[in-house]
């Protein structure tokens, strides 16, 4: 029985120095990312739910503008966004992401279909969707259930606005709950759109046309 019993703690030790070494290459690569480099979220967080809207055609463009759907962003944004997610989880909630970072060629291809600004940011200036710093997102609960905000996602419409007054208790707590936690992770609301957030630090960020690779 001494065989396998030496075996067996050679294995596990070398599995602990295995875990110990994939852990510190992680701290790593995280510690050495800069704020301003583009990930894609779900490298950093498996906490968040997706209905990215433009890798489809269900959205008000009515056409696919995405190869493929990833949120990719400015890394200081991904880290302020991780935080939000965290405190709405100890409510039970969680973020559901609608778009993300859009390269400046999405932009110009969304301007192309519909050049109303009133709906779509003109290219000439970008957006700070073009930056990475901006997320449109809702709020779901552990089952996927949403929240009631009032409108769907990209209703452009009066009712779309934060503080729109003739909505229930609920949805108004909602939207409410939505921009306080946002807030406090140094994101700012757009007053005519409950769903679209931006990262203060992001904003003098400089417009990109970086492309993600699908697979």
């Not at 901006?134 to 552990?142: C, E, G, N, R």
Request: charged residues 25%.
């Amino acid at each position: 029985m001494a065989f396998p019993i030496k075996s067996l703690l050679v294995f596990l030790f070398l599995l602990n120095q295995l875990n110990c070494f994939s852990q510190i290459n992680q701290n790593d690569l995280t510690q050495n990312v800069n704020d301003t480099t583009f990930v894609n979220l779900k490298e950093y967080s498996q906490d968040f739910v997706y209905d990215m809207k433009y890798a489809t055609a269900d959205n008000f463009l009515k056409s696919k503008v995405y190869d493929c759907a990833e949120c990719y962003l400015r890394y200081k944004t991904v880290k302020a966004l991780i935080l939000a997610n965290e405190r709405f989880m100890k409510k039970g909630l969680k973020i559901k992401i609608f778009d993300c970072y859009r390269p400046l060629d999405i932009q110009k291809k969304m301007w192309a279909i519909v050049p109303n600004p009133e709906y779509v940011a003109n290219p000439s200036k970008g957006s700070i969707h073009n930056r990475g710093g901006a997320v449109d997102i809702t709020l779901v609960d552990f089952d996927g259930k949403e929240l009631d905000m009032g409108t769907s996602f990209d209703f452009f419409g009066k009712e779309a606005s934060h503080d729109f007054p003739d909505f229930s208790k609920e949805i108004k707590n909602n939207r409410n709950l939505l921009r306080k936690i946002m807030a406090k992770e140094h994101f700012n609301s757009f007053d005519s759109e409950w769903w679209h957030y931006n990262l203060k630090a992001g904003l003098k960020d400089t417009v990109s046309n970086f492309k993600w690779e699908c697979k």
